[in-house]
């Protein structure tokens, strides 16, 4: 990502509620990594977003979300995953391809032209990955009864629920694959190298861990 790229506010707090979603302890650091900036730029940001009553800064460095910070967050990725929807559902742009359209649209949607995506699209729990607001947290997920594909049990089938989408490279994989939400496969192994090797629609296809854990399955 080009550094001198101005990350914005909603930036800021949709990563901190998408880490926190994904189980990590948010601090300066993780908010530099998946945000690309340095720390100092973390520290300026947060400082401010404080100062705002958007987030709270405990003394272990540990940020997190005020009600109203939460607010805009989902309010945000909820933007996100209407345009990612409107992007598919109405323009038939592959579903790989939309994440990074809707990381930069997201922003500019007013709320006029919310109520009119909702109004074309209908209501939808979730995104063409399968994410949605809710179901957000991995510990919610294991709570439906859903696992990573790489926990998943040799000779069993399985219905794959969502895929991890902020990696371009990875989802174009998914897609070559024939992995995506709504996909069906078997499990026919979990081998000593960590890969897994699927059946799906009479194809083997063969996942290292990485990949493997980065895709939600749930048993049909
Ligand atoms: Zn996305
Ligand atoms: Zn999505």
């Known amino acids: 990502m080009n550094l001198t790229i101005t990350v914005s506010k909603e930036d800021y ?3 901190i509620a998408e880490a926190e979603a994904e189980g990590e302890t948010v601090i300066s650091a993780t908010l530099a ?11 300026t940001a947060i400082k401010r ?14 940020i997190q979300l005020t009600p109203s910070g939460r607010g805009i967050a989902e309010r945000t990725i909820f933007r996100h995953h209407l345009i990612e929807r409107m992007l598919t ?16 649209l997201e922003h500019a949607v007013s709320p006029a032209f919310e109520k009119k995506l909702v109004d074309k699209l209908g209501h939808k729990e979730v995104c063409p990955h399968g994410n ?8 919610e997920r294991r709570k439906h009864g859903l696992c990573l594909l ?7 089938k399985y219905r794959v629920t969502s895929v ?19 996909t069906s496969l078997a499990v026919e192994s979990q081998n000593y190298d960590g890969t897994v090797t699927l059946n799906i629609g009479n194809k083997g296809v063969r996942l290292g861990l990485p990949a493997a854990q980065k895709i939600w399955v749930v048993r049909p």
């Open 89 to 104: 559902e109405i323009f038939d742009m592959a579903w790989y391809e939309v994440h990074d359209e809707a990381e930069r």
């Open 132 to 139: 949605g607001l809710v179901m957000r947290s991995d510990s």
């Open 13 to 15: 707090l949709k990563a």
């Open 150 to 156: 790489s926990e998943a049990e040799m000779g069993k």
């Open 164 to 182: 991890y989408e902020r990696d371009r490279k990875l989802l174009e994989f998914f897609h070559q694959e024939g992995i995506r939400p709504g």
């Open 49 to 62: 977003l404080a100062k705002d009553g958007l987030v709270r800064a405990g003394k272990d460095g540990q």
């Open 33 to 43: 990594h998946w945000l690309s900036v340095t720390r100092p730029a973390v520290t």
